[in-house]
């Protein structure tokens, strides 16, 4: 009975391990970052009602950016989340109008926006768009714009 029980967990085992190793093997390797890194919005601020066109900018702390595409340790390119939740961590980020990449480096933009609520969250990446492990990403901000 006990030798039974041992064979039925050990064959869940080797299933468990199987679907691990073949999820492993698929899945693209994220770029490890320093702990202590930090991203946020420097403004608009949480709350702040403004005019279109909006300067956002990009406040990056223990991390360096760097153009898409460009190898150096500790950097990525900015990504500017639109309305829309943060985007998964295990793909490249999208590329639209709520996902706006700053492959140049750049760390700030102007952007036009509708009447009305609505959020802003940055995501650090690296020079494939894939988020760092752990991901790094800013707090969301939701503004109004008149
Ligand atoms: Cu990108």
Redesign the pocket.
């Given at each position: 009975m006990l030798a039974r029980v041992r064979l039925a967990t050990l064959a869940i085992l080797v299933v468990t391990l199987g679907t691990y190793a073949a999820r492993a093997e698929t899945a693209t390797p994220r770029t490890a970052r320093p702990s202590d890194a930090k991203l946020y919005i420097i403004s608009p601020h949480d709350g702040e009602t403004v005019t279109s066109p909006v300067t956002v900018r990009f406040g990056l702390v223990g991390m360096g950016v760097a153009p898409?595409g460009v190898a150096s340790p500790n950097t990525g390119?900015h990504?500017l989340i639109v309305d829309s939740p943060t985007p998964p961590a295990d793909a490249p980020?999208p590329k639209d109008d709520e996902h706006i990449?700053f492959?140049g480096g750049q760390t700030e933009t102007n952007l036009t926006l509708t009447p009305g609520k609505h959020t802003l969250q940055l995501v650090l990446?690296d020079k494939d768009?894939l988020m760092f492990d752990p991901p790094l990403v800013s707090e969301t901000v939701t503004i109004t714009v008149k």
């Open positions: 898409a390119h990504h980020i990449h492959g990446a768009h």
